[in-house]
Structure formats: C-alpha cells, structure tokens
C-alpha cells in the first residue's frame, strides 16, 4: 500500500513536470482550439465545412479565362500550384514598395497579366480565389518573408494592434493579450492568430477575409472601422502573421 | 457552376443504415431584411429538397426562411439496392441542382 502511494507521489511529480515543460513551450492557441467540439468537427469535415464550397468556387474560376489578355490563372499557374503561398503574405511585391495580402496579389495579375478590372474587395470571386489558394496551404506552418522592407510594416502594424482606439478606448492587445483565453460575453476571447482565412463564419454566413474580421473587431470597440482598401490592414496582417509564425494554417477555417 | 458537396459512402453491407449528407451553396436570402435602399430584399430561398434511391423517393425536407444560408442536411437512409442516389433542390427565382452519387450494395 505504501509503495503504491510512492508510485503515485512520483507519477504526479513526472506529471507535473511534464506539465511545465508543456507550459514554458508554444502557448499559442488558434482560434479552433477554442471552439465547440460540433465546430471544429464541422471544419474538419470537408463535405460539412461550408469553406469548401467556396474552394470548389475557386477551383473553377481558376481555370477561367478574365480580361483582355483573355488567360485564365490555370494558363499560367497550373491547378494545384499554389502550395505555402497564402503562408507567406503579405509580401511586397518586386518592383512596389507597400506589402500586398494574398487578395492583392491576386487582383494584381489580374490586372497586370489577365488585364481585367480588379475583382472587388469582399465579393465571391475573389474570396473563392483566395480560399482556393489558401486551401493549398493547408497545414503548412506560417512563414512570413525575410523581405526586410517589411519591417517599418510590421512595426506600424504591431503600432496599430497596441494603440487604444473608439469609443470603449481599447486596443487589440487588451483584448487578445491581456485578456486571451477568459471570456467576454460568455464566449472565450481568442488570442487572434489569423491562422484559418479566409474563414467562414456563421455569423456572416458566409466566407469573409481577415479584414472583414479586423473591421469587426474596430466596430465592437466602437471606433471607426478603416476603408477596405486601407494599408492599416494589410499592416496589421503582416504583424499578425508574424505573430502567429509557424503555426499552421487551416484554411477555410470556420469558426462561430 | 453548380456547387454542392455530398458526402456518402461508396459501399454498404445490404440493410445497412447510412448517413447521406449534403451541403449546397445558397443565400437563403430570408424576405425580410431590408438593403442598403431601404427596401425589402426579395425571398431568395430553396423551398424543397428531395432525395431519390432508384428514383423512389427517400428522404424530403421543405425549408423555411429561417434555415440558414449555404444548408447542409443530413439523413439517414436503409441500404437495399445498388444504384444511383439522386439530390434535388429547388427554390425561388427557378432554382433548381441535381446532383447524384452512386452506391454499391453487396
């Protein structure tokens, strides 16, 4: 009986030990680790996850033809070619000086290779497109270019998520660090990795990029949400994807 | 571009109880939000879903405005026969998606 105690005293230390050593590693969480077992099992489901059917949307834009140039993205990238891509934006592009989200650079060839109008931010073309891409980078860690220009970005956008804005006078750290992982209005506050995107939310009801969400968060804080094509988004995602660098993406996420 | 996701099984043991599960791409736009005019959005919804086994008729479902956009139904069906199972929505505004799958039973 008292050697059985000893066993159990000594298993609870390794326990606890291994308890810290899991506590002093990654302590990053997605946001899906946080949602309902129903919601998480709904993403993973391929036939459940309503992401998906906008990557099939996205599959066969990509093989149609756009613009004067009359290509289609298949012409020069074949099916399937996009593999890490939506891991490493925003970058910035050769010849620009600003970074580029994966939604910019998709309206980019289209209108410098396809020669077409621009999709327009938010609309079903160009979500499909980019969840298309996005799903081929499913799993892959997050990898933010070591491109130096998009230092002055990043720090603007770290600026950005640390300054108290609205009317409630909060910043997205207050929110996403202080406070990540204890609840607000019964749901628990996610620590605000952009690991799933372009994701389907339920509340929308629909598929929606990062900076819809990001535009959501600045209503609820009740400051004035930025145009959609501000540069604050887009630096802002470079920060945050540098923050969450190496987790792995799961895109189209669902979430709540 | 029809877009719809159906996920059923390929095979089943004869008596067999199966899952049938669909998902399709709609608005299910509800009738009674107003737009940014101000005025009424008109219903835009799928009003049936039909699902046949050998064209004998399974599973129905009559949707409402209530039901979410972009629904998934999931039904269960008895394994009997090997052959096609057929899926139909139809919706307002002539909405109408056929998708079919084949099940092999043995």
Sequence with gaps: ??????????????????????????????????????????????????????????????????????????????????????????????????????????????????????????????????????????????????????????????????????????????????????????????????????????EWQSLGSLKRRLRNCLVGIRAEAYAYDAPEYVALEVYLMERAKGMPLEAPGVRP | MTNVLVNAPKTAKPGEIVEIKALILHPMETGFRPGTNGRIIPRNIIEHFVATWNGTEIFRMEMSPAIAANPFVSFFAVATESGTIGLRWTGDEGFLVEEQVAIAVG
Excluded at chain 1, 16 to 28: C, P, V
């Design chain 1, 1 to 202: 009986m008292k050697s059985a105690r000893v066993v159990l005293g000594l298993a609870s230390v390794f326990a606890a030990t291994f308890a810290l050593a899991q506590g002093s590693a990654d302590k990053r969480r997605s946001g899906y680790q946080d949602m309902g077992e129903a919601l998480q099992k709904m993403q993973d489901d391929d036939t459940a996850n309503p992401g998906m059917l906008f990557v099939q949307l996205g599959e066969q834009l990509w093989s149609k033809p756009a613009g004067a140039a009359n290509k289609a993205c298949a012409d020069c990238h074949a099916s399937g070619s996009m593999k890490s891509v939506a891991a490493r934006y925003p970058a910035i592009p050769k010849d620009a000086d600003k970074p580029i989200d994966l939604e910019g650079r998709i309206n980019l060839c289209r209108t410098a290779n396809q020669r077409a109008e621009p999709l327009v931010l938010e609309s079903r073309e160009l979500l499909s497109l980019a969840a298309y891409v996005a799903f081929q980078s499913r799993g892959q860690p997050i990898a933010p270019p070591s491109d130096p220009r998009l230092g002055p970005f990043r720090e603007q956008g770290g600026e950005i998520y640390r300054r108290r804005q609205g009317q409630l006078n909060l910043s997205c750290a207050i929110c996403h660090d202080d406070n990540a992982g204890k609840k607000l209005a019964g749901v628990t506050i996610p620590q605000a990795h952009p690991t799933g995107y372009p994701i389907y939310r339920l």
